[in-house]
């Protein structure tokens, strides 16, 4: 008799990261409950490829909740009126250029992940789950705050003061980042290794309307960096 | 030369507690910013409360969010397919049925002020405020684990590492509760003083059309008994 598997929200944005946080997922044994966001994000054909990606590593279901981050604005991502920076350097990554100038990008949305976490939490606990899956990075994080190992720790605790089980002593809920310590090169070897197909997989913050990604905002450097030092091509298709 | 007030974003349901948290932080100096949520809720014409007191406490700015939680389920208060219970007992508060019952009532919404608070902390990132205001008590907080001292200090802690304060160093955000402690009777003693006007309020979680509260929920049986205790009358319509 099979043991009934345990159940995981994965945290699906159809990036490169979260595409091979599921396949992490879905490896470790756990049930895949793959969430996405519509928050008025540019890049929102991400969607179409996270459905994709949630499709061929058989989640048990794929939920797209449709926020509203665009009413707060403050990002490139979700402002229109802001630009998303573009360079030809193909090989300085984000995080070079934020500690560079030692500030956040303007690409960073504020709460984000704090948001997206939290919505995973209800979804958690209203399926009797106590594990989420994130795939943040230490090592690439673009100088994002919401995505260094502090604030999930910190995440975490609060998480579980927050919900049923924190109040009634059950089973901790677990905030897994299997990322963390990866570089991006490490992702992608990873996730081949695992089966992702990361042709289906967008980073692009600026895609162009046929869905060819950019190859010069600072996403793009990124990952093609990452298939780079993997010696392996992306075959994901380009502007440039 | 009058100083610039400093802002703040006070979480505003339309209900008792949170219009004399907004009238409290006015009193404080604060410029206001009310943030109010369609989450779904079958109590939805408590935003048309929470716009008659943004509009009376003089708030700088009000906004209604739209976002997503009746998509998960799992509380009475989103899901018509739960009824949300009903008692003839007036003076039971919803605190000592669950006390009694040992357990968490069916209207708790999952996550719910983890949410809430991720969209104040995103509204605050983008206006440059390192203040919160939320209406939570611990005395009467019906058995929500959402509302305790100890969860809003670990979702400050968390908070502070997910902003770009938190990385740059600057002011740290608080999240003020000044309801923590007081009993529904001195919230409203307290409301009177400050000049909030309860009639405009609303706490059921049943209403019916026209408005008036049921007076038999566990909300209603809350608010009755604090009106009760503080010897003044409610305002507010009710069928019974």
């Known amino acids: 008799m099979e043991n009934q598997k345990k159940k995981a929200i994965v945290l699906l944005s159809g990036g490169l990261d ?3 946080t599921l396949a992490i997922a879905k ?4 049930e895949c409950y793959a969430l996405s966001f519509y928050y008025g994000q540019r890049h929102a054909m991400e969607l179409d490829c996270a459905q994709e990606v949630a499709k ?3 989640a048990a ?4 909740v449709d926020i509203n981050l665009a009413a707060f604005g403050g990002s490139a991502l979700t402002d229109m ?3 998303v920076p573009h360079s030809s350097s193909s090989i300085t990554s984000a995080t070079e250029e934020a ?3 030692d500030e956040i990008p303007i690409t960073y949305v504020p709460a984000r992940n704090t948001i997206f976490l939290s919505y995973a939490l209800a979804w958690a606990e209203v399926l009797g789950s106590t594990n989420i899956f994130i795939g943040v990075n230490a090592l690439d994080y673009s100088g994002y705050p919401d995505c260094r ?3 999930i720790a910190a995440y975490e605790t609060m998480a579980n003061l927050a919900t049923k089980a924190g109040v009634t002593g059950e089973e901790r809920l677990t905030v897994h980042t299997p990322l963390i310590d990866l570089t991006k090169a490490q992702i992608i070897k990873k996730g081949l290794e695992l089966g992702v197909d990361y042709g289906q997989t967008t980073s692009c913050y600026d895609p162009a309307p046929d869905g060819a990604s950019c190859g010069t905002c600072a996403s793009c450097h990124l990952r093609l960096k990452g298939f780079n030092e993997a010696g392996v091509k992306d075959p994901r298709r380009y502007i440039n």
Chains 1, 2 share one sequence.
């Open 99 to 101: 500690d560079a100038e």
């Open 18 to 20: 979260s595409a091979t």
């Open 81 to 83: 009126n802001i630009d």
């Open 61 to 64: 279901e794929h939920r797209i």
């Open 149 to 151: 190992p502090g604030f």
């Open 27 to 30: 490896t470790g044994g756990f």
């Open 56 to 58: 061929t590593l058989d």
